[in-house]
């Protein structure tokens, strides 16, 4: 079964920055795009960023355009979100997950495999 880790995340000043990672790990691991989601109290599950493993192509949500960098590592299996400028309004709950196979890596029942999750909390 495929794993993703992630670490990072804790409490920040509005302004800072955060990185997050993923690591997946696995016997054997094919995953055709990575991405991070958050989820707010009360609130639905959001896409934030993805890549694609092989192309490398970028997708970012409007809300985090310009502040936050999603990159990988291909020989290390992880994925990163570098995350600059936070607003109170990022607080959340960011997932990361991986998709064996992609379409649109904006949907999130795109994805098979998720990490456990990390709490980003931003005060003002």
């Known amino acids: 079964q495929v794993q993703l880790v992630q670490s990072g995340g804790g409490l920040v000043q509005a302004g800072d920055s955060l990185r997050l990672s993923c690591a997946a790990s696995g016997r054997t691991f094919t995953s055709d795009a990575m991405a991070w989601f958050r989820q707010a109290p009360g609130k639905e599950r959001e896409f934030v960023a993805a890549i694609r493993w092989r192309g490398g192509s970028t997708y970012y949500a409007d809300s985090v355009k310009g502040r936050f960098i999603i990159s990988r590592d291909n020989a290390k299996n992880t994925v990163y979100l570098q995350m600059n400028s936070l607003k109170p309004e990022d607080t959340a709950v960011y997932l990361c997950?991986?998709?064996?196979?992609?379409?649109?890596?904006?949907?999130?029942?795109?994805?098979?495999?998720w990490g456990q999750g990390t709490q980003v909390s931003v005060s003002s």
């Open positions: 997950a991986a998709a064996r196979y992609i379409y649109d890596p904006l949907v999130l029942n795109e994805y098979d495999y």
